[in-house]
Structure formats: structure tokens, C-alpha cells
């Protein structure tokens, strides 16, 4: 049996003219992109900046601006599951919403969160701006909160307590218990001209 293509049949449905008819039965289908094998997608390196990517750790951002990103925020309202300083922001959401200006995705789960890049020493000369302290609640494994390592002891986080982003010493934060210090990305120190 002869296969007459489907633009044909249309062509004859829909009674168009003749010619029309012609160039659909001649007209040849376009060629399709060959399907790659198995053995070539596994050859593949993984993409660092794909949707699928794990480790961020190779991310340069400058430790000024995202300090500077997260002190703007300052003030702004505690909002349970809030992701944008508009409607309000809770702890993992300012961690998403001061990295997302920086141009990195991160999850919106403070238990996610922790468990990106490396593990740093839980003392603050190791720590660097940008490091993230995940906490939880007394001797519970369950993270429950994340703030932002700003330097100078101090950091910043959505605190649903005093209902607001604040900037807070780290050796006077004792509401949660710290868990872990996690160092997501690698600050390049902006030096002055």
C-alpha cells in the first residue's frame, strides 16, 4: 500500500485546489534530529548552571554586595512562607530572595538549604559573609530556621519572633540551637582601589 502523507489527505478533506494537493504529496517531511544515545548522554560533564545542577560551590559573587542585599532588607516584615520583600519574608525566603539578586538559585526550605555545599567550622574567624547558619529547635535534628553569616560576628535573618528581618550577634542568638554553618557559594573580597 502506497503512504500518502497526511498533509495530502488534508489537502483532499478540506478540498483545496489541486496544486495544493500536488505540492503536499510531493513535498517531502523534514528531516529529524537524530535521537542521541544513552552512551553519549551518560559521556556527558554535568552542567554547573542547569536546572538540575547540585554544586554551586564554583559561584564567585562579591562579599560586599551580598552583605549590602541583605542589610537592605532590614525592616522588612516576617511572613510565614514568604518569598519577596513585598509580601513579607520568612528565614529560608530572604536566603532565596538575597541570593536570587545575586543571580544563584536556592530552595525555598531551610532544610534544603542545609544541605548545599560544605560544612564549615562552627566558629566565627572560619566563617565568611554568605555562610549560612541552619538551626533547630532544642535537641530536635529537624532544621527549622537559616540566617545569613554577615561578618563581624553578626547575621541576619527573618525572625518570626520580633516579626521582621534583623541583624543580630551571633554569640547573643541563642533562641535556636545552631546546627551547622554551610558555605554555599565563594566570596571574592572586593579590594579598594
Not at 67 to 84: C, D, M, N, P
Not at 145 to 165: L, T
Request: proline residues 7%; charged residues 20%.
Amino acid at each position: 500500500m502506497r503512504r500518502v502523507p497526511v498533509l495530502a489527505l488534508l489537502c483532499l478533506l478540506l478540498g483545496l485546489p489541486a496544486e495544493a494537493q500536488q505540492r503536499a504529496r510531493t513535498s517531502r517531511p523534514t528531516a529529524r534530529r537524530p535521537v542521541a544515545s544513552v552512551a553519549s548522554v551518560a559521556a556527558r560533564k554535568p552542567n554547573p548552571r542547569g536546572p538540575f545542577a547540585r554544586q554551586i560551590d564554583s559561584v564567585e559573587v562579591h562579599a560586599d554586595s551580598l552583605v549590602a542585599h541583605s542589610r537592605s532588607l532590614l525592616g522588612i516584615r516576617y511572613v510565614w512562607a514568604g518569598a519577596t520583600p513585598e509580601r513579607g519574608l520568612d528565614c529560608s525566603g530572604l536566603v532565596q530572595y538575597v541570593f536570587g539578586r545575586l543571580g544563584l538559585t536556592l530552595p525555598h526550605s531551610a532544610a534544603q538549604l542545609a544541605r548545599l555545599g560544605s560544612s564549615v567550622p562552627n566558629d566565627t574567624s572560619a566563617m565568611r559573609p554568605g555562610d549560612l547558619m541552619v538551626f533547630s529547635q532544642g535537641r530536635s535534628q529537624r532544621i527549622s530556621h537559616v540566617g545569613i553569616y554577615v561578618g563581624e560576628g553578626k547575621m541576619i535573618h527573618a525572625s518570626s519572633a520580633q516579626k521582621r528581618v534583623i541583624e543580630v550577634p551571633v554569640i547573643n542568638y541563642r533562641a535556636l540551637r545552631l546546627r551547622d554553618v554551610r558555605r554555599v557559594v565563594t566570596l571574592a573580597q572586593v579590594v579598594a582601589p
